[in-house]
């Protein structure tokens, strides 16, 4: 009888190699150039799960990039577990802070990772660790041990908001009926605190434009005489939080569900050192909401922040001008029970309100999200704690992270299920940022955890 652990190991060269010929398609789908990059890396992984054993994969044409979907059902009466994960990836740039480039993956050892991490654009997010699932599969189908069905549905534009993700799950209820969904995208505390996300916050994503004078004016000629639209922008911007943080929008807090004092009581309970915190991002002090932890601040608070702001003249030397325009990319990170739509809203209203006469602004809206919590009381939730235990030696530790996976609320609203997210990456993991890796101890711990989740969730399953 071969058990997981020991398939991972007589095996595991072969999946890094395999996880490595993935991550080295840039799948970046916010640039159109990458085009069949992400058709190539779809493919890629359909064929992945066909040489895994899976009966039925097929690549879903939709607006945008393909869906890879994949089906293996056993047994009608058993459970069904639809797996979630997202082939594309966040750009690189800027590729001058990349130690080695994004897309030719190296290993090496760190501190955290004494056996190696990869480095690539995509390691951690998402391609690692939903590659672990396939690997965890191919297991159980060459070894006859799947409990239960499983579907398998990979998109391609998660990282620039699921839209046509959102179009085929309206469409394909049926195809995508499921017991529970399982997602390896999110993080953990450390490779020896495993911990279950029971949260995700929402978003909404705005764009300002602020205009001033209709071109660009001499800052000698006009300076002191007509609005300056950056110094503008940067004046309302700055007038955005009091001198709490807090969030000055009318009614932005109106919906936020207040954790209770026990919740709070046990969420402080996880592990969490504040000198590492700051020594690990090189910072003499955290900054943050009055009144709440480093950790609140982060998952059970919602959050303003630019993420971009630009205008004027940037180049090299001097240039003396008063520019006619300035522009900033605002996101607003929500927590149940924030409505989306109604926070974009609010914050368009109170934006233009703040404005003088002197300026025009315009506010568009890009994409967003609802937040998310799942009970940990569920067989989902148990079965997973019971896999966790069983690879890492402790209890996994509930846990709401502050990222946000948006399309996991349109799940549980089109398909009636609850997710639950077995993530095995790490904050240090730096994705979305230069240097990405992933640990070659997680990538392989996942594929261990991941079939003790099918077994034990099956089991519930037919308790319950
Ligand atoms: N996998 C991340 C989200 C994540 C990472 C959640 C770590 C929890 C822990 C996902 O790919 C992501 O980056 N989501 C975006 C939202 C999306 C709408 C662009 C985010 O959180 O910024
Ligand atoms: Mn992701
Ligand atoms: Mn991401």
């Not at 994949?70 to 994960?85: A, F, K, M, R, S």
């Not at 690692?128 to 599969?137: D, E, I, R, T």
Request: net charge negative; with cysteine.
């Amino acid at each position: 009888m071969t058990t997981i652990k020991s398939y991972v190991q007589d095996n595991k060269d072969r999946f890094i190699n395999e996880l490595i010929e993935l991550l080295k398609i840039p799948s970046v789908s916010a640039d159109p150039k990458y085009k069949d990059d992400l058709l190539k890396t779809a493919e890629a992984i359909k064929d992945s799960l066909k040489d895994a054993g899976c009966k039925k994969v097929e690549l879903c044409e939709t607006p945008g990039n393909p869906i890879v979907y994949g089906e293996h059902i056993i047994d009608n009466d058993l459970p069904t577990i639809l797996v979630y994960g997202h082939y594309d990836v966040q750009p690189a740039d800027p590729l001058e802070l990349w130690d080695s480039p994004p897309y030719k993956p190296v290993i090496k050892k760190t501190e955290i990772h004494p056996e190696g991490a990869i480095f690539a654009r995509g390691s951690s997010d998402d391609k690692g660790q939903l590659y672990m699932h396939v690997k965890a599969f191919e297991y159980m189908i060459k070894e006859k041990k799947l409990p239960c069905n499983v579907k398998f549905m990979i998109e391609g534009e998660e990282e620039v908001g699921s839209s046509s993700l959102n179009w085929f799950v309206k469409r394909n209820q049926q195809k995508l009926s499921n017991d529970v969904i399982l997602i390896s995208d999110t993080g953990m505390i450390s490779n020896k605190q495993p911990s279950i996300t029971t949260g995700l916050r929402g978003l909404s994503y705005v764009e300002v434009e602020v205009t001033g004078p209709n071109r660009d004016l001499h800052s000698g000629l006009y300076g002191g005489a007509v609005a300056n639209p950056i110094n503008i922008l940067t004046k309302m911007i700055a007038s955005l939080h009091d001198e709490n943080n807090h969030i000055t929008i009318p009614d932005f807090y109106n919906k936020v569900l207040e954790a209770s004092t026990e919740e709070r009581a046990e969420m402080a309970k996880a592990p969490f050192s504040l000198d590492t915190y700051k020594k690990a991002l090189n910072i003499d002090d955290v900054y943050g909401e009055k009144g709440f932890t480093t950790n609140e601040r982060n998952s059970i608070r919602p959050t303003l922040d630019v993420n971009g702001i630009w205008g004027g003249y940037t180049g090299e030397g001097a240039k003396t001008v008063i520019p006619s325009k300035a522009f900033a990319k605002i996101s607003m990170r929500l927590v149940p029970d924030q409505n989306p739509d109604e926070i974009t809203e609010l914050f368009s209203k109170h934006f233009k309100s703040i404005a003088p006469k002197a300026v025009k602004v315009k506010v568009t809206a890009h994409h967003g999200g609802d937040a998310y919590v799942t009970p940990i009381d569920s067989i989902g939730y148990l079965a997973a704690n019971k896999a966790y235990t069983e690879t890492f030696g402790v209890e996994a530790i509930p846990q709401r992270s502050g990222g946000s996976i948006p399309i996991v609320a349109l799940f549980e609203k089109e398909l009636k299920s609850k997710t639950i997210l077995m993530g095995f990456g790490l904050n240090s993991d730096a994705i979305h940022s230069p240097n990405e890796h992933y640990g070659i101890f997680n990538f392989l711990k996942g594929i261990e955890t991941i079939p003790l989740f099918y077994n034990y969730y099956t089991e519930m399953f037919k308790n319950q």
